[in-house]
């Protein structure tokens, strides 16, 4: 018979889809799709990268929270497949031992900045809130608003770490990021366009 290489260019088919159809025959007697055993998997490759990048990001994040964020790129898993999924793969999930919330060193940082900004002549009235957040694509990243401030030569207010940050638009940031992703920028100016496209449909209340 003909070789798998002389096959191959007859046919255009790679030398894998070849050797597999004719191990197929060779112990089926067949080449046709086999019926399998169980359900397809919903975790798709993809999926499953983007679970175990979320858990190295986050330690955290639960399996309900990934099921929630899941749900809102039409991706519909059940919480144990996430777990299943996040096992196979080595991860396990722990029961973080509990410590302070803040250690001596935090505590005493936090106290100077009290003392230190308590009777400011300008007052809190005049300091402008906000908040931000970053979004990346392959290690790049979009946050620019520190930037920004600093060429408009405003006064930076330093911020001591670890500070309780009870703000709810860190859920929205969380909701946005996921949209965003499940456009697939593969570019920054895909990244910078699907950031703003997304922001401009959350609605002001």
């Known amino acids: 018979g003909k ?15 070849v050797n597999q159809t004719v191990y197929k025959w060779k112990k089926f007697n067949t080449v046709v799709t086999l019926h399998r055993s169980g359900r397809p998997s919903k975790i798709t490759p993809r ?20 099921k929630g964020s899941f749900a809102l790129s039409d991706v519909h898993v059940n919480e144990s497949t996430i777990r299943r999924t996040l096992n196979n793969s080595g991860v396990y999930g722990r029961v973080a031992r509990r410590k302070p919330l803040l250690s001596k060193k935090n505590i ?36 620019v608003m ?17 500070s309780p940050d009870l703000n709810p638009i860190e859920i929205l940031w969380k909701d946005l990021k996921w949209v965003v992703h499940a456009k697939k920028p593969t570019i920054i100016s895909e990244l910078k366009l699907f950031c703003k496209e997304e922001r401009a449909k959350i609605p002001p209340s």
Request: aromatic fraction near 14%.
């Open 3 to 17: 070789g798998y290489k002389t096959i191959c260019k007859e046919f255009g088919l790679h030398h894998f889809t």
């Open 108 to 143: 005493a940082a936090r106290l100077q900045f009290a003392k230190d900004h308590m009777n400011k002549p300008e007052g809190w009235d005049n300091v402008l809130w906000i908040d931000e957040t970053k979004i990346e694509l392959f290690g790049l990243n979009e946050k």
């Open 146 to 162: 520190f930037e920004w401030l600093k060429q408009k030569k405003f006064n930076v207010l330093e911020w001591q770490s670890r």
């Open 47 to 66: 999926v499953r990268c983007v679970i175990i990048w979320k858990v190295t990001k986050n330690s955290r994040e639960t399996s309900k929270e990934l």
